[in-house]
């Protein structure tokens, strides 16, 4: 931003110099079908939870049809979207992920 404090020893604008990227929330939906474990492993190895975390988001979403992997920039929001649709699909479980603008 030209014009801060930092630049020109004046405080003059107070507008930071970057702007926030939006965050996206990564959502995993319920289905009869894809087996607790599948789940659990998804949210281990592509979300990066503990075991026992994963356990409890797997749960969750079983019992509410829908809850929250986690909050990414777009891009890698996009990824992990990807990475377990690819996951579900190679298995050929039914399990779908999706994203928001949070
Ligand atoms: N409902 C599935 C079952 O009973 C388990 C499950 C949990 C599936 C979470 C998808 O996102 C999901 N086997």
Redesign the pocket.
């Known amino acids: 931003d030209a014009g801060n404090e930092e630049e020109h020893g004046l405080a003059l604008k107070t507008r930071p110099a970057t702007k926030k990227p939006s965050l996206y929330r990564v959502l995993?939906?319920?289905?009869?079908?894809?087996?607790?474990e599948f789940?659990v492993e998804v949210l281990v190895r592509i979300f990066r939870k503990s075991p026992e975390d994963a356990a409890t988001i797997?749960l969750h979403?079983?019992q509410n049809g829908v809850g929250m992997c986690g909050v990414y920039t777009y891009e890698v929001a996009e990824t992990k979207v990807a990475q377990v649709m690819d996951a579900a699909r190679r298995a050929q479980h039914p399990?779908q992920c999706t994203m928001e603008k949070e």
């Open positions: 995993l939906l319920n289905d009869d079908y894809t087996p607790m789940v797997m979403v079983h399990l």
